[in-house]
Nanobody, 123 residues
Framework: QVELVESGGGSVQAGGSLRLSCTSPMYNFESYHWAWFRRTPGKDREGVAAIGRDGRTTYADSVKGRFNITRDNSKNTLVLLMNNLKLEDTGMYYC?????????????????WGQGTQVTVYS
């Protein structure tokens, strides 16, 4: 059974950086499009960054210029580099995948999910 596993979360001071990773044993990793989502208390899950099968990316306006999504097909790894973190970036971060071209920031376009990794930004 395929499982997505996130890592790299933690507590960081505002202005700092974190690197989140998502790994999977998928045989056909390159056939999927991927995304990072986050959920904050009081808000619905929102798309943060996405990467298509062809490498095209899209970002939420709130993180554009600060976050960068990449993948390494040879290592079956998805990465989210988060720079200049703000208090409002605090939340549980999830990676997601689905067969298809993408990119997409819609939860409806994903069927494979990780269990999440917590990111806490403090002042």
């Amino acid at each position: 059974q395929v499982e997505l596993v996130e890592s790299g979360g933690g507590s960081v001071q505002a202005g700092g950086s974190l690197r989140l990773s998502c790994t999977s044993p998928m045989y056909n990793f390159e056939s999927y499009h991927w995304a990072w989502f986050r959920r904050t208390p009081g808000k619905d899950r929102e798309g943060v960054a996405a990467i298509g099968r062809d490498g095209r990316t899209t970002y939420a306006d709130s993180v554009k210029g600060r976050f960068n999504i990449t993948r390494d097909n040879s290592k079956n790894t998805l990465v989210l580099l988060m720079n200049n973190l703000k208090l409002e970036d605090t939340g549980m971060y999830y990676c997601a995948a689905e067969l298809g071209a993408g990119p997409s920031l819609s939860t409806d376009d994903f069927g494979w999910w990780g269990q999440g990794t917590q990111v806490t930004v403090y002042s």
